[in-house]
Structure formats: C-alpha cells, structure tokens
T-cell receptor
Framework: NAGVMQNPRHLVRRRGQEARLRCSPM?????VYWYRQLPEEGLKFMVY????????ESGMPKERFSAEFPKEGPSILRIQQVVRGDSAAYFC???????????FGPGTRLTVL | AQTVTQSQPEMSVQEAETVTLSCTYD???????LFWYKQPPSRQMILVIR??????QNATENRFSVNFQKAAKSFSLKISDSQLGDTAMYFC????????????????FGKGTKLSVIP
C-alpha cells in the first residue's frame, strides 16, 4: 500500500516534553502538508513543505513548533515543551507535482498530560 | 482569505434514501478546487469528490455527486442510496491554486456536518 504513512498513531507526552510526529508521503509525491484538528472542529493548515524547503508556514505557531522535510526520510513535525493546548489530531497530507489534490494519512493523536 | 461554511452541524438519513449536504464559500480567487472529505469514526480523512472551478460540469463519483454553483459560491454534496458505511463527518474544503507564497495550496476546511445513516 503506497498511501500516506504517519507514526506514531497515538502519542502521549507530559507537559514540557517534546513530541515528534513523522510523515512519509505517498510514493511519487514530493509535497507535504501538515494540518491540526482540535476536537469537534475542521482541520487547520499549519505548514507546507517540499524536499528540503518550507514553502508556506503561515499556519504554524511562532514558538515551539517546527517542521522539516529532509532530502532523505520522512517529514517531521516537532513540538517542543508541549502544553495541554497542543492536544489534538495532527494530519499529514501529500500531493504530486500538480498540487491539485491532497491525500491524507491516518493522523497522529497527541495527548498532553 | 477564504472561508468555508457548512451550515448543517448534524443530519440524518434513512438507509437507501438520498441526502444533500450544503457548503458555501467565499473567495476572490478565480482558480481553485473544491473537495468533500469524509471522516468516519476511525478518524481517517478520505477524499470523496473533487470539483475544478473552471469546469461547469458537476463532478460525480458513483453514489456521490455535487451541485457546483460558481456564481452563488455554493458546493453541495448529494449522496444517493445511502449506506450505513456513509455514517461520518463530512468536510467541505477549498484549495487555492495561487502558485506561491503564503496561502498557496493550503486547504481551508468547513467545520463539518455529522451524517448519521439510520437502518
């Protein structure tokens, strides 16, 4: 199955710890997007990356959050010093070079205790 | 900035019947796509159907079809012959095709409609 892969599916962290979320795009896709879904809400855009480049991070909180998509390996969304308000589902999506349709992974559910 | 509005928080439909979910959007862009995504209890986001703004013909995928009214900025989803597996949250989404810079290629989602299919 060459779908979008995300791991871990569930992540529990205590306040102040770091959370690392991984995303492997669909085979042949080089565009990756991260979204956050708070309970009972739709998804909100965070960041758009291509290999080794951040294209648009207009939805990313200015502090504690960072994202990368290295030449080799998965895209990483990193949240430092997590707080309870970071508890949410984080979805990764990917698209091909036409960037006309985004396909989503299963999401990572982050719980901050 | 784009906005997407889904005015029906919850809906229900009898199995085998037809249901229509509403979506309106606001944009000043001319080149864009519209989507319906489904999120079942598993929480996976599944693409249901896609519409290109420059195409007048309404998109259809099996039991799913859309009514795209560009001038009215309306994009409704019709589900025919509803099945129990259609029970899910349905999100309408807008994709701006601006080629670069902030706002490029990001999906803007509505708040969703929770659809329940009743046996």
């Amino acid at each position: 199955n060459a779908g979008v892969m995300q791991n871990p599916r569930h992540l529990v962290r205590r306040r102040g710890q770091e959370a690392r979320l991984r995303c492997s795009p669909m085979k042949g896709h080089s565009h990756v997007y991260w979204y956050r879904q708070l309970p009972e809400e739709g998804l909100k855009f965070m960041v758009y990356l291509q290999k080794e480049n951040i294209i648009d991070e207009s939805g990313m909180p200015k502090e504690r959050f960072s994202a990368e998509f290295p030449k080799e390996g998965p895209s990483i969304l990193r949240i430092q010093q997590v707080v309870r308000g970071d508890s949410a589902a984080y979805f990764c999506a990917s698209s091909g070079d036409l960037v006309d349709t985004q396909y989503f992974g299963p999401g990572t559910r982050l719980t901050v205790l | 900035a784009q906005t997407v509005t889904q005015s029906q928080p919850e809906m229900s439909v009898q199995e085998a019947e037809t249901v229509t979910l509403s979506c309106t959007y606001d944009t000043s862009e001319s080149n864009y796509y519209l989507f319906w995504y489904k999120q079942p209890p598993s929480r996976q986001m599944i693409l249901v159907i896609r519409q290109e703004a420059y195409k007048q013909q309404n998109a259809t995928e099996n039991r799913f079809s859309v009514n795209f009214q560009k001038a009215a900025k309306s994009f409704s989803l019709k589900i025919s012959d509803s099945q129990l597996g259609d029970t899910a949250m349905y999100f309408c989404a807008f994709l701006n095709r601006r080629p670069s810079g902030a706002g490029s290629y990001q999906l803007t989602f509505g708040k969703g409609t929770k659809l329940s299919v009743i046996p």
